[in-house]
């Protein structure tokens, strides 16, 4: 478990910051700062949850996937997702903090998850682009927190991404095979485009002016770029991407600047993301009504799991005949 002192220790902190700026990884049992632990428990948490809460746009369309293959691909790549919010909740308990009151910081509104999972999937094409610009989104992020300065989060993402990779492709698969479809098919894609283009750009979090956890993350090397800058370099490959298979993005605004070598995009509809993230998005009260529902079927678990860990200590201490 993660050791911390009160702030003001001021040996252990320059040590820490020393190690950081040294590029060394910081392992659960090293002393932190409690401000990088916290900062680390709540970043942490609202991404395993984010996986969590993100199984419930694309589940919703297992049972509709039009082809065997395609409701293979959907069904792994759902699992895929619970298998990540498992692997940083297990990397956000060795903070010292217990799973149960992370979930419960999801299910009381306390804690965060990524304001994309709050829209709703209307048609077959939003799983593809989904896979092609929230997966192809998270492993812009995820690749860079690979190299992040606590050990446990940055090994969790190196497998993570390796699994948004299958998952990218299989949502651009799906994307290439409607967009070159009957015209009805390339309507179809080309709205999903247009309803899931804005809402991708904010999953980078809000513009680095008004990012205030930014500075202190960047510093002890979790974040190792700031929102902005992933966002360009998630808007920079991307349009190439649409122009291959004959989409546009909704900007009327997007250029190509030779000078910076970047594509400068539209302004982002901020008071829309304020709106999402303090819960008044379109599926808020819909997916943690879910995430209550599933969390109030599985109390037996828990339970027959407390009375079975209670047998064991009994059995233990009980004295050898
Ligand atoms: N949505 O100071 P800032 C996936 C909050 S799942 C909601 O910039 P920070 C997938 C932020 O938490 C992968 N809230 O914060 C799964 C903060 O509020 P609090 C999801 C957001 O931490 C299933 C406040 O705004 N990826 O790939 O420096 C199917 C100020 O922001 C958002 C991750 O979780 C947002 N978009 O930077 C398919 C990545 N943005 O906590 C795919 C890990 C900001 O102070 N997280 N906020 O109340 C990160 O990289 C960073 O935490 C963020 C925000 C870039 C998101």
Redesign the pocket.
């Known amino acids: 478990m993660a050791s911390t002192t009160s702030a003001g220790d001021s040996a252990s902190d320059s040590a820490f910051e020393a190690r950081i700026a040294a590029g060394e990884t910081i392992e659960p049992k090293d002393w932190m700062p409690e401000r990088y632990r916290q900062q680390l428990v709540?970043?942490m948490s609202?991404?395993a949850h984010?996986?969590i809460v993100?199984?419930l746009p694309?589940g919703n369309w297992i049972t509709r996937a039009p082809t065997l293959r395609r409701k293979m691909c959907l069904l792994a790549k759902v699992q895929d997702?619970a298998g990540?919010g498992l692997y940083i909740y297990c990397a956000t308990e060795t903070l010292g903090i217990d799973r149960s009151q992370l979930i419960d910081q999801l299910l009381s509104g306390k804690a965060?998850?990524?304001?994309?999972f709050n829209y709703p999937t209307l048609t077959w094409a939003d799983i593809g682009v989904?896979g092609w610009f929230?997966?192809g989104a998270?492993i812009v992020?995820?690749t860079v927190?690979a190299k992040a300065s606590y050990g446990p989060y940055a090994r969790a993402m190196v497998r993570i991404c390796k699994e948004?990779n299958f998952?990218k492709r299989q949502g651009f698969e799906i994307v290439a095979t409607l967009a070159a479809g009957t015209p009805a098919q390339h309507t179809m894609v080309q709205d999903a485009v247009n309803r899931w283009w804005w809402p991708t750009l904010?999953?980078?979090?809000?513009s680095d002016a008004n990012?205030?956890?930014?500075a202190e993350?960047l510093r002890w090397r979790v974040?190792r770029f700031s929102?902005d800058e992933l966002r360009q370099r998630f808007v920079d490959l991307t349009v190439a991407q649409a122009q291959a298979v004959k989409l546009t993005l909704p900007d009327p605004k997007l250029r190509y600047n030779a000078e910076t070598k970047h594509w400068e995009h539209g302004e982002i509809d901020w008071a829309e993301f304020k709106q999402v993230?303090s819960g008044n998005g379109p599926c808020n009260r819909e997916r943690l009504a879910a995430r209550q529902a599933a969390h109030d079927k599985g109390a037996w678990v828990r339970a027959a799991a407390a009375a079975y860990a209670e047998k064991q200590r009994r059995t233990s201490a009980a004295p050898a005949a």
Not at 211 to 214: C, D, E, K, T, V
């Open positions: 709540r970043m609202q991404h984010s996986e993100g199984m694309e997702e990540h965060k998850y990524s304001s994309i989904i929230v997966d998270a992020n995820q927190l948004e998952h904010m999953m980078f979090g809000p990012s205030p956890n930014s993350l974040k929102n993230i």
